[in-house]
């Protein structure tokens, strides 16, 4: 099998998709000659082959990543110049914007409008807004006695695996890069296997923006495999995830063997509520399109909206009108497409299933609720949900409690604001959480009561390069983005002086 595969993209594009693992900035096969399938989730169709890395390969890039944290031309290049690097990174992405997002909506399934303003615009964002950072992360000096002084070192953690999931696959790579480059650290990347073809052509564009060999190493290969041999090996410093809240204890054990540093962004089943005085336009907009949008793949999905009882009827009515006029499901290349298909067929009947079950537990189906079977014949086999809302739900169903990520939503109603902080806190995650209120005090009494690592007002999914990211109880441990999004990528080194040995 060749590096390279020659492919036309359904969007007309023809390109050259790397598939080996690239190491050293060279792409190779991996060493048991093992790959991993790129499909169409809008076809069911393979794309392509790429190959999948063995615990042997992941050791290889481990081994890269060593050796560049400790080469002159990574450790001792200045921070304004590492800052240059990532600012050409960014260009060049800037440049093959659309291929990457074409990529991206073909793997993944999500719109290529999606893929092209959201994921692309925040993974460049991401890796521009770091560049800045890199020759602007300082320690201290302390004052302590008379005759003696401290100062800080902010230096990199070391070796850092970093292992990513599907739903948004290149931001979620700018945002583990970005920081992880900032503070001199080098790295060794997974994609998923569900979507492993754009990192691939990120990874090219790595090498020609000139950054030096090994510093960073992107593979592709099975989350228990690969996954886990990164995980585990023992020179990688610091461990970065986003995924599943399963996943995450899994790796929580393994990295414990090596007492690994680790940042972990998992599920969630983030709350909405909209007060009797809200905006109910707005209220429905951004509910719609906080459970709707990317499918409903998101881990900060506002999959639970909470309405005051007695605008719940409005709210219904209006909601099941925005689903009707706005979620056009479609393939990725239909610019009136909002919902594209599910990532996998596993994902898919997952969502299925939990749609099922909603309905055996007794709640109500108000709208949606199976598969979605598109007219055109190409498309027939494609991984296609109907968004689905269920009313009527109770504090014990799994379909209210447990994370499904597709566009299913439960909507329940509230008397007092007292009982709806209650319902939103009753979760074992606590990632995003909003609140619609015309009320400024509520709305800022509220956001200090949910248990969530970040509250929208007025709003659903704002996400920003300068704003932290991360999740309280199940939904993460860390900050990711903005300035909290450094300390996850540097340690701290005290250095004592003693200016008094002449007393
Ligand atoms: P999902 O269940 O939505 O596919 P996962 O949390 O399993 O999400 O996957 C997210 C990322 O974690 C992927 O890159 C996957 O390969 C990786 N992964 C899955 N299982 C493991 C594991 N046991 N060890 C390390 N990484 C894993």
Redesign the pocket.
């Known amino acids: 099998m060749s590096l390279f595969v020659p492919l036309t993209t359904p969007n007309g594009y023809q390109y050259d998709q790397p598939r080996g693992l690239f190491i050293n900035n060279e792409f190779v096969p991996s060493s048991t000659g093992q790959v991993i399938e790129a499909v169409d989730p809008a076809t069911a169709l393979p794309i392509a082959t790429v190959y999948a890395a063995s615990a042997d390969d992941v050791d290889k890039a481990v081994q890269a990543a060593y050796k560049a944290l400790r080469d002159p031309s990574w450790k001792q290049l200045p921070g304004t110049e590492r800052g240059a690097l990532m600012a050409r990174l960014a260009d060049l992405m800037e440049r093959d914007r659309a291929l990457l997002a074409t990529i991206d909506a073909w793997d993944n399934g999500k719109p290529y409008q999606v893929a092209y303003n959201d994921d692309l615009g925040e993974a460049i964002s991401t890796v521009r807004y770091y560049s800045g950072w890199a020759d602007k992360t300082f320690g201290q000096t302390i004052s302590t006695t008379h005759t003696k002084f401290a100062y800080t070192l902010r230096q990199p953690i070391g070796v850092v695996g970093q292992?990513?999931?599907?739903n948004y696959p290149l931001s979620m790579a700018l945002w583990k890069l970005g920081p992880a480059l900032a503070c001199g650290n080098t790295v060794v990347i997974?994609?998923?296997?569900?979507t492993p073809l754009s990192i691939l052509v990120l990874a090219r564009l790595i090498k020609e923006a000139g950054f030096p060999a090994g510093v960073v190493n992107v593979i592709n290969?099975?989350?228990?495999e690969?996954?886990?041999a990164?995980?585990q090996h023992k020179l990688v410093d610091k461990v970065a995830?986003?995924?599943?809240t399963?996943?995450?204890r899994?790796?929580m054990k393994?990295a414990a063997g090596t007492l690994k540093n680790i940042t972990l962004e998992t599920g969630g089943k983030s709350p909405l509520i909209v007060f009797k005085d809200s905006d109910l336009d707005q209220a429905v907009k951004w509910s719609h399109f906080g459970i709707m949008s990317n499918q409903g793949q998101i881990c900060t999905a506002t999959s639970r909206i909470f309405v005051h009882q007695d605008i719940l009827d409005t709210f219904l009515q209006k909601f099941k009108e925005t689903l009707t006029q706005t979620s056009k499901i479609g393939h990725q290349w239909d610019e009136t497409t909002y919902q594209g298909p599910q990532v996998t067929r596993a994902?898919y009947d997952r969502i299925l299933s939990y749609i099922e079950l909603g309905k055996q537990e007794g709640a109500t189906v108000v709208a949606g609720g199976g598969a979605f079977v598109p007219a055109s014949k190409e498309h027939a086999n494609g991984y296609f949900v109907q968004p689905t809302v269920f009313t009527n739900v109770t504090d014990s169903m799994r379909i209210y409690r447990e994370e499904i990520?597709g566009p299913v939503v439960v909507i329940r109603s509230f008397a007092t604001e007292e009982e709806v902080i209650r319902y939103a806190n009753d979760s074992e995650y606590g990632l995003g959480a909003a609140v619609f209120t015309k009320d400024i005090e509520r709305a800022h009494r509220v956001a200090a009561e949910i248990e969530a690592g970040m509250v929208w007002i007025n709003s659903s999914q704002d996400c920003d390069p300068r704003v932290p990211f991360g999740g309280v109880k199940q939904s993460g441990i860390g900050r990711e983005l903005g300035e909290a999004g450094l300390e996850a990528y540097t340690q701290v080194k005290a250095v004592h002086v003693n200016l008094g040995s002449r007393l």
Do not use: N
């Open positions: 292992i990513i999931p599907w997974k994609a998923a296997e569900q290969g099975y989350g228990r690969a996954g886990a990164l995980v995830f986003t995924g599943s399963g996943t995450a899994e790796i393994m994902q990520f």
